[in-house]
């Protein structure tokens, strides 16, 4: 049986990222990365595709390691964005993939309308560039990126600080689906749905808490209890809220690349003890995998 609190159990990540959405690495050089990390158990879930999934399977394959199937959904809770992690679905499953699909327009129309704005502001277009940097849909970072390379700004951070981040000009959140619709495209593939970084939106203790039991409410079942550069008292607030909600506790490094930003894949504290970890959640078969490992 694999255990969260074990000493040679494997070492879990539930949450990161390729060039297939916003990563830097390919879903191949994720999965080696991971490997070379001592990780076993790992899942890709980039922004709201799975086209690196199977990819990332094969060559997790070859390293005897278990790759989960995983993707990370951007949605609307009370005009705010949150981001809800699927982890272990059907990956062909029908209705998924028509909404993932769906995802996929919605932020090619976002693409064109952050370049919009910005050329509203007076920048130079960078949609062409910033699509060539994103081996799928550009999202900001690459508008970052490009802005950078386009002079307009030092660095990537500045872009974020002057137009792309929260509640700046590129910062399009209008257009996602609703947090219950996710939830239920991914319980209905079979899959485990996880409130992402809960302590990333800066929710105020009693929002996060209606959060939680509106995610709960449509369905939702797990936490992301650890997550990238998150202090013990975010974790051991995040742990309290997971036995109170009596939902699943996940963790993921959300890593996107090397550089200071994340942590590295798999490096994450242990999931705390008294918590009932996602994977015990998982389908039988996946189950049976997990339980060759150790
Ligand atoms: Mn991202
Ligand atoms: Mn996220
Ligand atoms: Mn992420």
Redesign the pocket.
Same mark, same amino acid.
């Given at each position: 049986m694999i255990a969260s609190n074990l000493t040679g159990s494997p070492t879990v990540d539930l #949450?990161?990222?390729s060039t297939a959405?916003d990563g830097t690495l390919s879903p191949t050089e994720v999965v080696e990365r991971g490997h070379e990390q001592g990780v076993g158990v790992l899942a890709l879930?980039?922004?709201d595709t799975v086209a690196g999934v199977a990819e990332a399977m094969a060559v997790a394959q070859a390293r005897g390691m278990v790759l989960i199937s995983g993707i990370?959904l951007s949605c609307l809770w009370r005009g705010q964005t949150i #981001?809800v992690?699927g982890l272990d679905f059907d990956s062909g499953d029908p209705v998924l993939l028509d909404a993932v699909e769906q995802q996929e327009r919605v932020r090619h129309e976002r693409a064109r309308t952050i370049d919009e704005r910005l050329i509203r502001k007076g920048l130079p277009s960078v949609l062409e560039q910033a699509r060539a940097l994103a081996a799928g849909v550009p999202g900001r970072p690459h508008f970052a990126r490009a802005l950078v390379e386009q002079g307009v700004v030092p660095r990537s951070e500045a872009a974020f600080r002057r137009y792309l981040g929260n509640g700046k000009v590129g910062d399009i959140k209008a257009c996602w689906p609703d947090l219950q619709e996710v939830v239920q495209w991914i319980t209905r593939a079979g899959g485990q749905a996880v409130l992402?970084?809960p302590r990333k939106y800066r929710l105020t203790n009693t929002r996060l808490k209606r959060l939680i039991s509106d995610f709960t409410a449509g369905g939702g079942n797990s936490i992301e209890v650890l997550s990238s550069g998150q202090s013990p008292q975010d974790t051991a607030y995040l742990a309290r809220l997971c036995l109170e909600s009596e939902c699943s506790a996940s963790g993921?490094s959300?890593f996107?690349g090397p550089g200071r930003h994340w942590c590295e894949l798999g490096k994450l504290p242990q999931l705390p003890q008294e918590l009932n970890p996602v994977w015990r959640s998982f389908s039988d078969h996946t189950r049976q995998r997990l339980e060759m490992l150790s």
């Amino acid at each position: 049986m694999i255990a969260s609190n074990l000493t040679g159990s494997p070492t879990v990540d539930l #949450h990161c990222h390729s060039t297939a959405s916003d990563g830097t690495l390919s879903p191949t050089e994720v999965v080696e990365r991971g490997h070379e990390q001592g990780v076993g158990v790992l899942a890709l879930t980039d922004h709201d595709t799975v086209a690196g999934v199977a990819e990332a399977m094969a060559v997790a394959q070859a390293r005897g390691m278990v790759l989960i199937s995983g993707i990370e959904l951007s949605c609307l809770w009370r005009g705010q964005t949150i #981001h809800v992690v699927g982890l272990d679905f059907d990956s062909g499953d029908p209705v998924l993939l028509d909404a993932v699909e769906q995802q996929e327009r919605v932020r090619h129309e976002r693409a064109r309308t952050i370049d919009e704005r910005l050329i509203r502001k007076g920048l130079p277009s960078v949609l062409e560039q910033a699509r060539a940097l994103a081996a799928g849909v550009p999202g900001r970072p690459h508008f970052a990126r490009a802005l950078v390379e386009q002079g307009v700004v030092p660095r990537s951070e500045a872009a974020f600080r002057r137009y792309l981040g929260n509640g700046k000009v590129g910062d399009i959140k209008a257009c996602w689906p609703d947090l219950q619709e996710v939830v239920q495209w991914i319980t209905r593939a079979g899959g485990q749905a996880v409130l992402a970084h809960p302590r990333k939106y800066r929710l105020t203790n009693t929002r996060l808490k209606r959060l939680i039991s509106d995610f709960t409410a449509g369905g939702g079942n797990s936490i992301e209890v650890l997550s990238s550069g998150q202090s013990p008292q975010d974790t051991a607030y995040l742990a309290r809220l997971c036995l109170e909600s009596e939902c699943s506790a996940s963790g993921g490094s959300d890593f996107h690349g090397p550089g200071r930003h994340w942590c590295e894949l798999g490096k994450l504290p242990q999931l705390p003890q008294e918590l009932n970890p996602v994977w015990r959640s998982f389908s039988d078969h996946t189950r049976q995998r997990l339980e060759m490992l150790s």
